[in-house]
């Protein structure tokens, strides 16, 4: 008997663009419920301040509650984005609802790309449409930086699964995946732990000579990409860092006496000392300069952790039991969080015996790498939206398993060994 699943997965195209315009639709009309001072471009929040400067005045600065000059505190792609679309409809509503427009895509390309993921990665093109669809209709506030990594880490992810899969890989097609790969790093840092462990399986799996010359010019492209921004850094603070200054801050903000493993939380019982939102901290930072306030405030949170070893263990316990679980502190948003990670998990029990070696890789790599930076910050639900879709995936693969499909299908690849050019 023929069921809804089995037609979208022979209409591909159409499969696509139904998850799409779900997924678009439901987040335009949630963007109908964002208040007007949202909606209007403004300088409230750390990227929309820094993309007002952009537009304003050229330059990437004053992120903070008061104007301090260059800065490197986010990454530099969103908020150029975020300038292009100022530059081309003004400091305009129409310019703050294209914006929220453009995120809601990403969402919903995120989503209607998950079949064909889904197929690559394999756990079969009926769970990437079971993922897709629950991710389309599955609304929350929309993290438009989070939303275009999670699409862009898809992407990169599928394109290794094709490169350790076919026979050969040519220099150029190594450069262009590190320039990706560089491109998402100006977008999320945090992504860095998942092409690391990429290229060391990739080394590792191909055992030859030829597979460090491959995982150098992957790293090549990599650093290629990234030279602008780093050169952009090092001469405007006299110093190298990736990518972004403000890790030594956010150890602070999630380290300190009284502080709780949810941000939010955290903000009610003390002082958070961020200069996004408060002055004598802004000032203190126009004062030092960005790197020096910065660097002050790492070590005012390693010394912290040092002297209150057991208070971070346990900090450290709770973050990572909300990164998986949802904000314990509200019932309704951890019961379906946790729910899509309990759905993951057994979707990964059953599904990943079936799996390939590298399909096996870029599913667990990002599970495993991804949260790590995360587990030692203050937690935020956005965090693992750039992961959320594989969560999906694997859940999807639980529901299509529940309903009988790998059986009837036949799916499953078995265990890929070794790499085509060495069987």
């Not at 509650?65 to 800065?71: F, K, N, R, V, Y």
């Not at 609802?97 to 197929?119: D, Q, R």
């Not at 909300?322 to 309990?342: E, N, V």
């Not at 599904?351 to 070696?357: E, G, K, S, V």
Request: aromatic fraction near 12%.
């Amino acid at each position: 008997m023929r069921t809804p699943l089995d037609w979208l997965g022979r209409h591909p195209g159409w499969t696509f663009g139904l998850i799409f315009l779900v997924a678009f639709a439901l987040r335009v009309a949630f963007v109908r419920l964002v208040p007007y001072e949202v909606l209007m471009p403004h300088t409230r929040w750390e990227i929309e301040a820094i993309a007002h400067a952009i537009f304003t005045r050229g330059e990437f600065a004053d992120p903070y509650a008061l104007p301090t000059g260059s800065t490197a505190h986010v990454p530099p792609l969103y908020p150029i984005l975020l300038s292009g679309i100022y530059r081309v409809f003004g400091l305009t509503l129409t310019a703050g609802v294209v914006a929220w427009m453009l995120g809601a895509a990403f969402y919903g390309l995120m989503y209607a790309i998950l079949p064909s993921i889904g197929e690559r990665f394999g756990v079969g093109r009926q769970a990437g449409i079971i993922a897709g669809f629950v991710g389309a209709v599955w609304v929350h506030w929309l993290s438009q930086v989070e939303a275009l990594a999670g699409l862009i880490l898809a992407l990169l992810l599928a394109a290794f699964v094709r490169r350790w899969t076919d026979a050969r890989t040519s220099p150029s097609q190594s450069v262009l995946l590190g320039i990706g790969w560089g491109i998402a790093f100006l977008l999320k840092p945090a992504l860095l732990p998942l092409l690391l462990g990429c290229l060391g399986f990739e080394i590792w799996w191909r055992r030859s000579p030829g597979a460090w010359h491959a995982a150098a010019l992957v790293a090549l492209g990599t650093l290629l990409a990234l030279i602008p921004w780093t050169v952009r850094n090092y001469h405007t603070f006299d110093t190298a860092f990736f990518v972004r200054s403000n890790f030594g801050l956010e150890l602070r903000v999630g380290n300190h006496a009284g502080a709780h493993a949810d941000i939010d939380v955290s903000h009610t019982r003390v002082p958070l000392r961020h200069p996004r939102t408060d002055e004598t901290e802004a000032a203190k930072l126009r004062a030092m300069g960005e790197i020096a306030y910065m660097r002050q405030a790492r070590a005012e949170a390693v010394q912290w952790i040092r002297e209150n070893p057991g208070d971070f263990l346990r900090l450290t316990v709770a973050r990572i039991a909300y990164f998986w679980l949802g904000p314990l502190h509200d019932p309704l948003m951890a019961f379906w969080t946790a729910l899509l990670t309990g759905l993951a998990a057994v979707g990964a029990w059953h599904i990943l015996p079936r799996m390939t070696r590298p399909q096996r890789v870029v599913t667990l790599i990002p599970l495993a790498g991804f949260p790590l930076v995360y587990y030692v910050m203050a937690y935020m639900p956005r965090y693992r939206i750039p992961i959320e879709w594989i969560l999906l995936l694997l859940a999807g693969a639980a529901v299509w398993a529940g309903l009988g499909g790998y059986r009837t299908s036949g799916h499953g690849h078995g265990d890929a060994t070794t790499p085509p050019a060495e069987r």
